[in-house]
């Protein structure tokens, strides 16, 4: 029968770091998956980037030139993605559908949990306490992030 060869990984001194939009990405990974390493990009954003820069998906990520490089670069600061794989659609500040990655999505993720807890929103008091903030329910899960109840407490101070 046929012998299953075995996986081994290339150590890190071995394989060159490719730095796309703010982060190190390992050399030897493909193209469509070495852009999921990024914040904001998924798997469909990814695979619509390949298709409209026409990459080739089956390229690794060091194969490709630092002209290359800038231009993935240079089409995700500004994408003409279609519209259901942006993640800021009828963004607060603008009013426009925008895509964001990066640092760029951090920042403006913790502007917007700042703004729900300064206007006091049920999300933002959610955020605030540290329990679920999409409606799960809390009897069975969550239990970390309650104060320890009365009984408990008579136990520890017994031991």
Not at 17 to 32: F, N, S, T, Y
Not at 111 to 132: A, E, M
Request: glycine share 6%; aromatic share 6%; with cysteine.
């Amino acid at each position: 029968m046929g012998e299953k060869k075995e996986y081994v990984r290339k150590k890190e001194e071995e394989v060159t770091l490719v730095r796309v939009l703010g982060r190190d990405i390992r050399g030897d990974i493909k193209i469509r998956s070495a852009l999921t390493k990024i914040n904001g990009i998924s798997w469909a954003v990814s695979n619509a980037v390949c298709k409209i820069l026409e990459l080739d998906k089956e390229k690794k990520i060091q194969e490709f030139s630092k002209d290359e490089l800038a231009r993935i670069e240079d089409f995700m600061k500004a994408p003409e993605l279609p519209l259901f794989l942006k993640n800021r659609r009828n963004d607060l500040d603008s009013g426009k559908d925008l895509h964001m990655s990066g640092m760029d999505l951090k920042m403006r993720k913790e502007f917007d949990l700042k703004r729900l807890k300064k206007i006091k929103s049920y999300k933002g008091i959610r955020h605030n306490v540290g329990l679920p903030v999409r409606g799960q329910r809390t009897k069975g899960n969550f239990r970390r992030n309650r104060k320890p109840s009365v009984a408990a407490a008579k136990k520890k101070v017994k031991v």
